[in-house]
């Protein structure tokens, strides 16, 4: 694992990152499965209670500022575990299963603000811009290839052993957290006074710090146009492009290959003096291919324009992290973390209402090239609206 930062304690934690990750996208996929016989009412149900309880980001974000994120790791991925063994060995009941997912996914989203806030301490500062590329293609990883083995595992085992393997990753990661060595979390003055001056504070510090205020603009602006590409990709490859019925998941997956390719950039880099201006040159690299793809005479070309813009959004992605992280207050780090966490949730939440009009009202070609200017316009907004956030070799000092 040469491409990994050489701190063990980062290796741990990548690896644990990786086994709960693809243990998730797996178990998604049975867990849809397992669902399904009960009508589409339930499966609708199922990706709710995996993504809505995600909003709760910005006060995720303020606990792991308050208390040991070492303990909230662990804490939550035992919970995780306790819940997804209780889906895997009791029979499927909407009513019962709903909430215990929904309450599994709240946990997995204490968790992410206490890892990320942890992260400079596991790594040298110069050594970030590595560590958070890792951390991407751990993701990006488990987003191309975790419905694929969920669906291989299906193939040979049912719904209940998939969930059951799920629970598992999670006891493994708990194996390799519990041996980090991390710093106690400081205890600034704003976190003494209470739970809710904490969050206060850290909004505060969002929306006065211009990198901060910037980039989550930037963020919701960003997700919420390429929302709309996301929601006209199936209608462009069936009606516009006349792909075949494999085309809508290969042009998904070329998407993926991208996303893991952008990060995969960062790997022989120790220094990024200005990662907002990275994210600028990722997510314009993404509208670039939105716009492309919106216009694409062929399918073939599609495959280009998707790889183009699976590149750009994750360096965007990696950018993103080291903005926060080079421009947050260290002891407001996990709750600015959580709310630009939860950003992408609520704005594609947002987007999707939006864009089923207007498919209809202009098809997927206009939407799609909407999407893609719309992103192009935001880049440039940002680079009129924002200063560089300061060099990620400050954070030698955090380190």
Known sequence: ??????????????????????????????????????????TS????????PRLIGPFAGALADMYSAKKIMVLTDLGQAVLFFTVALIPFNLAVNIPIIALATLLNTLFLPAGRRSIPA?????????????????F??????????????????????????????????????????????????????????TLLVGFRELLSNRALGSVALGLFLVVSFASMTTASL?????????????????????YGVGMLLGPAIFLGRV????PLRVWRIGEGLFGLGAVTLGVAPWLGTAFVSQAVAGTGNGIGNVAT???????????????VSGVTMSIPFAASSLA??????LIDALGPRWVTVISGAGVLLVVILIHALAVDSRPVEALDETA
């Not at 741990?12 to 998604?28: K, P």
């Not at 149900?45 to 809505?52: G, H, N």
């Not at 220094?271 to 200005?274: K, L, Q, S, Y």
């Open 140 to 197: 990006n990883a488990g987003f191309a290839a975790g419905p694929l083995l969920g669906g291989a595992l299906l193939a040979v085992v049912d719904t209940r052993a998939v969930v059951l393997v799920d629970a598992l990753t999670f006891l493994a990661s708990i194996a390799l957290i519990v041996r980090l060595d991390l710093p106690a979390t400081p205890r600034a003055e704003e976190h003494r006074v209470g739970y809710g001056r």
């Open 1 to 42: 694992m040469s491409f990994l930062p050489a701190r063990p304690d980062f290796r741990r934690f990548w690896l644990a990152r990786v086994m709960s990750f693809a243990g998730d996208q797996i178990a998604q996929v049975a867990l849809v499965v397992l669902a399904a016989p009960e009508g589409p009412l339930a």
């Open 352 to 357: 999707y209402l939006v864009a089923i009009p």
């Open 234 to 254: 199936v209608f462009l490859a069936r009606d516009e492009l006349h792909g075949p019925t494999w085309s809508y998941g290969a042009l998904i997956g070329v």
């Open 321 to 335: 992290d080291l903005v926060v992280q080079s421009a947050t207050p260290e002891h407001m780090l996990g709750t």
């Open 122 to 138: 596991m790594v040298a500062g110069e050594e970030l811009p590595k560590a958070f590329a890792a951390m991407a293609i751990c």
């Open 45 to 52: 149900m199922v990706l709710l209670a995996l993504s809505l």
């Open 271 to 274: 220094r990024i003096r200005n």
